[in-house]
């Protein structure tokens, strides 16, 4: 740091502001600081900085179900995050989701000296787990709507869901069925409760839920059905990639999207506004999501005190995947 300085022509505490992003550095001094550090190849000394902060600088996020679009989204979200608030990562995927797994996770996490845990696993019994576990340092929940002991942030499925079936509604469908994901995840869970509560406030009642597994593969299937049986004239789907499963399989099956029946998915992922035709989708802010979790820890991790669980609001992404409903 002192060749550094000298390099730059600055004090060693100016340098040190530098390299602890210290706002009270001007823009042309922190230039030529950061000049100087790429001219010199600088490093700090990480280990001899934990020994004086008593922080690694490392952050804890246990996963699981990374296949999958939301969950795989959501730590990129969470990483990405981290690392601009100066922190590096550390990631535990599990397997299999049991207590114990949850458990050793977090203990090994524990090991590694991190600053503070995130968790994104997607399955309701995670949150009473957690409750159970004893740390030394501060613990958020993708997913949790908080409480005395655990905090968090999450998107508003229910929220999203309401985006989805609403615009249907507009468009005059009166029989809207549903896809959902696998029940014994959180958000698919919300979605559903999303789907039925928008469908009463509107005095509707709700086509057929079918209960999916977010595999392409299962939209393919269930739409073959759908296509047969024709009792909706709308479907929401809990994800796009199932509902990229049912477009293939109402174009085989000879079924309009929108003509003969509008889909709405679910997440916004890169290739929604190329499939055929385009999908209207429900977009989720993963970015948002990773900021407001990391905040919410590096809050608590300064003050020690639970903050207010964050929410993140979706959007309607309207492509061409649905018209008004024929009379």
Not at 13 to 32: D, F, G, M
Not at 185 to 207: Q, T
């Amino acid at each position: 740091m002192e060749d550094v300085a000298r390099v730059a022509g600055v004090s060693h505490q100016t340098v040190s502001r530098v390299l602890n992003n210290h706002p009270n550095v001007s823009s042309k001094t922190r230039e030529r600081v950061e000049q100087a550090i790429t001219e010199l190849g600088y490093r700090r000394n990480t280990a001899a900085r934990s020994l004086v902060t008593r922080r690694s600088q490392t952050i804890g996020v246990l996963g699981s179900e990374m296949a999958q679009y939301g969950p795989s989204h959501t730590l990129l979200g969470v990483q990405q995050a981290a690392r601009d608030a100066g922190y590096f990562v550390s990631v535990a995927g599990l397997r299999e989701v049991t207590p114990e797994t949850i458990k050793d996770a977090i203990a090994h996490f524990m090991d590694q000296s991190v600053d503070g845990i995130v968790v994104t696993v997607p399955h309701p019994g995670t949150f009473d787990v957690l409750k159970e576990v004893t740390t030394q340092v501060p613990m958020v929940a993708v997913g949790s709507v908080g409480d005395e002991e655990l905090t968090g942030a999450t998107v508003d499925q229910r929220e999203g869901a309401r985006l989805a079936v609403h615009h249907l509604l507009e468009l005059g469908h009166r029989r809207i069925g549903h896809l959902s994901g696998p029940a014994d995840w959180i958000d698919a869970a919300a979605r559903i409760e999303g789907w039925h509560a928008a469908l009463a406030e509107a005095g509707v009642e709700p086509a057929e839920l079918i209960e999916g597994d977010w595999s392409a593969e299962c939209g393919y299937r269930e739409g073959l059905k759908i296509a047969q049986e024709r009792a909706m004239t709308a479907l929401f789907v809990a994800n796009d990639q199932m509902a990229l499963g049912v477009l293939r399989a109402f174009s085989e099956a000879g079924v309009e999207v929108p003509g003969d029946i509008s889909i709405v998915g679910f997440d916004d992922q890169p290739e929604a506004a190329y499939f055929i035709p385009p999908l209207t989708t429900v977009a989720q802010d993963f970015e948002a999501l990773g900021q407001r979790c990391i905040a919410l820890l590096l809050d608590r991790l300064e003050s020690g005190v639970i903050g207010t669980p964050a929410t993140v609001v979706p959007r309607l992404v309207v492509r061409s995947t649905t018209a008004p409903a024929r009379s």
